[in-house]
């Protein structure tokens, strides 16, 4: 649980911290090359500052989540480690843990989503600068250098009617050079590694659940059958000496 723990909170640190600064980048990219007439991409700014909002809640939701689910991995050893104690296991202490696990497995199967998600901000920006490598490559044509254009319109990010919507030639390579590019690139890039280790997290986080709640049903089950067997103990030592005290007063 607290390796488990530890790899949640640096992906999703990774993924929060990285992607919100991308996001930023990518607007100011998009606004001093792709699209410099403000209406054009005002939903696309919109739809940002949507997702940085749902970032800062995904922080905080997950930082509030690990803990719990610490405290709960703490919660069920100690059950075990205090098996053959009086120590017993509730219908509601196993209804919890059952409900960690659903939980933690629909939240997989979100991240899975989010990871796929992820990779395509990288997929658009590695596009761009495999462009500027091309038309930077000594086999390139430096005669027709404008012939090498990236159009983010056809990616749906702005739409057909926005002004410029494409770069070609220097203005690419003036784009591609700028440390904005290149820092959003790269974050984007550990932003998606980020999501990949939340994914990975929540997968140890769903087997160490889904095994504490097996061992709590087990615990549960061997402090009944314990109590069952002292039960029957009890009433063979009642009748050992009731007839005892039968055969006692027959004498």
Known sequence: SLVATILCFSGVALFCGCGHVALTG?????????SK????????????QLMQYVIYGIASFFFLYGIILLAEGFYTTS????????????????????????LTYILGIAWLGVFGFSAVPVFLFYNMWSTCNTMKSPMANTTAIDSFCVDVRQYGIIPWNATPGKVCGNTLGIVCDS??????????????????????????????LSANWAYLKDASQMHAYQDIKMKEERELQDITSRSKECLNSYT
Not at 37 to 48: G, R, S
């Open 26 to 34: 990518t607007v100011n990219i998009l606004e001093a090359h792709f």
């Open 37 to 48: 007439v403000t209406t054009d991409h005002a939903m696309l700014t919109d739809v940002i």
């Open 79 to 102: 059950a075990v480690k205090e098996l053959h104690s009086e120590f017993k296991t509730t219908i509601c202490g196993r209804c919890i843990s059952g409900m960690f696990v659903f």
């Open 179 to 208: 440390n904005e590019f290149y820092l959003s690139y790269h974050l984007y890039i550990v932003a998606c590694a980020g999501a990949g280790a939340t994914v990975i997290a929540l997968i140890h986080y769903l087997m160490i």
